[in-house]
């Protein structure tokens, strides 16, 4: 399963939670459960736990479920919409050498802006090693 440190009690306890007894012999129900299963125990599960313990101390907490499939994704219909595909479907803009534009994202509106870090970046891509390389 995907729980390793449970015993063979707590072991047959993830496999009455998430079987579907009425067709316990199905292997694509068995593999989606042994997906949930995975999931739940390592991801949903602990993130949620987070979530509410965060809310209950007066923090905002934003969640969501994406699970819409593209119909260009390349993974099968069984995994459904793997972790950060949501992504896609946000308006980044488009980074060129050129433009060097990139998405802004914070309590204001959505705001894109070009060259992040711009001077930051030629110290330690530019300068520095040209400075390492006379010093040594």
């Not at 060097?100 to 520095?128: D, K």
Request: hydrophobic share 45%; net charge neutral.
């Amino acid at each position: 399963l995907g729980v390793p440190q449970a015993n063979e009690l707590a072991a047959e306890a993830v496999v009455l939670q998430y079987t579907d007894w009425l067709d316990q012999d199905n292997p694509v129900k068995n593999r989606e459960a042994l997906d949930d299963i995975v999931g739940d125990h390592n991801v949903v599960c602990p993130l949620m736990h987070f979530a509410q313990r965060w809310a209950e101390r007066g923090g905002t907490v934003f969640a969501y479920l994406f699970d819409h499939r593209a119909s260009n994704l390349l993974w099968p219909p069984w995994m459904g919409v793997p972790h950060g595909y949501e992504i896609e479907f946000r308006r980044w803009p488009s980074y060129t050498a050129a433009g060097q534009s990139y998405a802004r994202l914070n309590a204001r509106p959505l705001a894109v802006a070009q060259g992040l870090r711009a001077q930051a970046c030629a110290f330690w891509t530019r300068f520095l090693p040209k400075l390492l390389n006379v010093t040594g």
